[in-house]
């Protein structure tokens, strides 16, 4: 079965007690367990995750663990969750003492078990293809990556020119996860709706490779004044307008607020994307002022102590 196999199936309502996730791909892999979950926890999994699911990993647990997490009964749920990731380093004799559990599982449990391969002459691997429902997470074929693609970015909320989808493609050589990430920077970077260019590819991909957007931004967080302030310059030197940068970071700061409890110096860093954007928008300064106020911003933003770990790299696009 495919991924795209199992969410059609999982968002039908149809589940089974045993899924075996296996290969190459993590990001396939995370797909086909984020399905599952979100299919037997429901809307509401933030609430009743905690009752409802357990994952362990493969090196770390033990056969009795599992069945015990297998045993226990949903809570306020239809079901419950179990994931097994790294399913190939169990133990050979933790392998073995499941194999009962595969003719009479617990109907109202889903045990996952997932991992990038599994020695197929274990008996209980053998054992377990047989009887559970299996997801392959092989790399994709070249020819069916602008399709993944396209899904990928009409998902985040914009599309690509067949330029920089090809752009896109060489950049991340195949590997699913980079040209993840590659899409979730230009969701940050674009408008929404934007029909996305090679520059835009080209921008974004300079954060890996010397100093764009994504490089001022990290300074910001660690409160570097001379490094945010040089890349700042860069930014605008290579022709981003002022405003785009403004709302771009603007956007990864209401992403960290919703990953973090609000607090008086995101108030204060709020103010000072809004002073910001009044100077921008006041004109009659002229490119230089323009600079100006957004020099005095970072300045401004770079005071006090290094901010805390940063949530994850938001999809909230730029104006």
């Known amino acids: 079965m495919t991924v795209p196999e199992l969410k059609r199936r999982v968002g039908a309502g149809e589940f089974a007690p045993l899924y075996l996730i296996v290969g190459e791909e993590g990001l396939l892999r995370d797909e086909a367990v984020a399905a599952i979950r979100a299919g037997v926890l429901g809307p509401d999994e933030a609430n009743v995750g905690a009752f409802n699911c357990d994952v362990v990993y493969g090196d770390e647990t033990d056969a009795s663990e599992i069945l015990t997490l297998c045993g226990n009964l949903p809570m306020f749920a239809a079901r419950r969750l179990v994931v097994v990731r790294d399913v190939g380093d169990l133990r050979a004799k933790d392998a073995e003492r499941l194999l009962p559990y595969l003719d009479a599982p617990v109907e109202t449990t889903c045990l996952v078990l997932t991992g990038r391969k599994v020695d197929g002459r274990v008996k209980f691997f053998q054992a377990l293809k047989k009887v559970a429902v299996a997801v392959a997470c092989e790399p994709l074929e070249a020819r069916a990556l602008p399709a993944w693609i396209r899904e990928q970015a009409a998902a985040l909320g914009f599309r690509l020119d ?12 195949g590997d699913l996860g980079v040209l993840r990430r590659e899409l979730e920077k230009l969701s940050a970077y674009v408008t929404p709706r934007k029909t996305v260019t090679v520059a835009d590819v080209e921008a974004v991909q300079g954060a890996d490779t010397g100093g764009t957007v994504w490089n001022l931004l990290e300074a910001l967080r660690r409160k ?6 040089r890349f700042l310059g860069k930014v605008l030197d290579a022709g981003e307008p002022p405003l785009k940068v403004l709302g771009f970071l603007a956007a ?10 609000f607090s008086e110096e995101m108030l204060r860093d709020f103010e000072q994307f809004r002073e910001a954007d009044s100077r921008l928008k ?19 933003l770079c005071r006090g102590a290094a901010r805390a770990t940063p949530a994850p790299r938001p999809s909230a696009p730029a104006r």
Do not use: S, Y
């Not at 990864?252 to 973090?260: F, H, L, S």
């Open 282 to 300: 006041g004109g009659g300064g002229g490119r230089g002022r323009d600079r100006l106020a957004m020099e005095r911003m970072i300045l401004n």
């Open 224 to 229: 570097e004044r001379e490094g945010a302030l």
């Open 252 to 261: 990864c700061w209401r992403q960290e607020w919703k990953a973090r409890r």
């Open 162 to 173: 067949e330029p920089a989808r090809a752009l896109l493609q060489e950049a991340g050589g």
